[in-house]
């Protein structure tokens, strides 16, 4: 979600020595948790999934996290700035969409790495459809969709290193993506979901308390704001906001459905300590997430009453409401709190893809050509590094190809994993044909329709998303394709499969 924060004007300087220095303890933090965590890391099952021995809270706040990146902070209070309540549409599942991955494929991943030796969703896809041509063009697709979503959230951490320490913007990517390869390339997913802890605490106290000062900005609470939004722009707090209800509409359905193809999320499903412990997931998901965008509503809120009453001076652009409101109307220690808060939002993502794009790269995609590196944790610690070089180095190119990327990524993992993976470890008459056309419908139509949009090449109606359409089109191939081939399907779900498929 940080390619909103890529699509303006540069964030405005807010260099401080009480802010240098909260980010400055926050790098110092997290590298002493990765090198701790690399002393308990010997191999690769360590590694990609900590050893199978996560908690249960320790898990919630590490998928909560790696979900919301920089975006709570920054792109989505900008948003609602500038487009009114159909903003919320994005957020609007925040509250039900952990849950819902738990339900559908939590216990089910879960269960699958008791019986299996599975590290990665493409693994989970292979032995689902018996496949190693699924498994491995599913582990194309997550690669092609790491490095461009990681160069995006790359990106959006020098842009935010570069407004708080003056590093300019090369510097900041190149600090931003060292410190987090530092602690990511020894201890793995391990030091993930370590620092992952650490950064949902600062995510989730900052978003409340700059919720509460949000809601005194102006006299009479939400209310007054309310009231002075109406009087300047009443169509701010329609349904819908300045956006189309095609628009709006389709917000929530690739982000609510698109989180069930999320790598980065659903692969610590494999880390729970204890199965039985997911009951409680969705809960404890559901309360950190509802807490975490407070920050989004309550700065969008604040700032855009703030300026309809004359009270703040109108925005260059909607990124930089969140680092007016912190510095004109919160506590410097407050601020400071949050852009530590941005810093480690954005590098919980950043961990999370560096690890799953290694799994692809040295495990899923030799996979389907029947080859095995002999030293997974040697090779995927090289993998790491050698992702994040590049997605360092695409992060360096323009702005617009760098957002288009990143919306590239989160469109590719909804449509080539959605189908295959959360419909068919629920579905014993999903079949192998219908995986593989499924999956290389949403490769083929994600890249085609992208590159042409970007390219200038298609246009499409108001508010209709290319990535909405993508996994439409990925849903209707799978459906079909596993109907016209049905007879198939009994005899290419191995019986330890079934069971945990009709669980």
């Known amino acids: 979600m940080s390619t909103l924060l890529l699509a303006g004007s540069p964030l405005p300087e807010v260099a401080h020595p009480w802010i240098i220095g909260a980010i400055a303890l926050y790098f110092v933090a997290v590298l002493g948790i990765g090198a701790v965590a690399m002393r308990r890391t010997r191999t690769a099952g360590d590694f990609f999934l900590a050893g199978r021995n996560v908690g249960l809270l320790a898990l919630s706040l590490s998928a909560v996290a790696a979900t919301l990146s920089g975006f709570t902070f920054i792109g989505g209070p900008g948003l609602l700035y500038t487009v009114g309540l159909g903003a919320l549409f994005i957020i609007l599942p925040a509250g039900i969409t952990n849950a819902v991955g738990a339900w559908v494929l939590a216990k089910r991943l879960r269960l699958l790495a008791e019986v299996r030796e599975v590290m990665t969703l ?130 929530l359905f690739v982000f609510s459905m698109g989180v069930l193809g999320q790598p980065h999320v659903l692969h610590k499903f494999y880390m729970l300590r204890e199965p039985r412990e997911f009951r409680w997931y969705p809960l404890v998901s559901a309360l950190a997430l509802c807490l975490t965008v407070l920050l989004f509503f309550g700065v969008g809120m604040a700032v855009k009453g703030l300026v309809s009453t004359g009270a703040m001076a109108p925005l260059e652009h909607g990124d930089q409401a969140t680092p007016a409101f912190l510095l004109g109307h919160t506590p410097l220690l407050l601020a400071a709190l949050v852009f530590s808060g941005v810093v480690a939002a954005i590098m919980s993502t950043v961990n999370s893809f560096m690890n799953v794009g290694a799994a ?133 779900l191995d019986p330890d499969i079934r069971v945990i498929v009709e669980a």
Do not use: C, K
């Open 360 to 492: 692809a790269l040295i495990h899923d995609i030799p996979a389907a050509f029947g080859r095995r590196f002999g030293d997974e944790l040697l090779w995927g610690r090289l993998g790491t590094v050698a992702i994040t070089l590049v997605a360092a180095l695409v992060a360096q190119l323009s702005g617009t190809l760098v957002a288009f990327l990143g919306i590239f990524g989160w469109g590719l993992f909804a449509s080539t994993l959605v189908p295959a993976l959360a419909v068919g470890m629920n579905w014993t008459g999903a079949t192998r044909a219908g995986a593989l056309a499924s999956i290389g419908t949403g490769l083929v139509a994600t890249i085609g329709l992208e590159v042409a949009a970007w390219a200038g090449l298609i246009s499409l109606p108001a508010g209709v998303t290319i990535s909405g359409l993508t996994l439409i089109a990925s849903f209707l191939v799978f459906f079909v394709v596993s109907w016209l081939t049905r007879v198939r399907a009994p005899a290419e």
């Open 122 to 251: 493409p693994d989970a896809i292979g032995a689902r459809y018996r496949s190693p041509a699924a498994q491995g063009l599913a582990g194309a697709s997550v690669l092609l969709a790491v490095i461009g979503y990681l160069a995006t959230q790359v990106l959006a951490l020098g842009i935010v290193l570069e407004s708080v320490l003056g590093t300019g913007l090369t510097a900041g990517i190149w600090i931003g993506a060292g410190v987090t390869l530092a602690y990511s390339v020894g201890g793995g997913i391990r030091a993930a979901i370590w620092t992952d802890v650490l950064q949902g605490a600062i995510m989730a106290a900052a978003s409340v308390l700059v919720f509460v000062f949000a809601m005194t900005a102006i006299e009479g609470g939400l209310a007054g704001i309310s009231t002075a939004i109406l009087a300047e722009d009443p169509g701010f707090l329609r349904s819908w906001g300045h956006l189309t209800p095609m628009a709006a509409i389709s917000f």
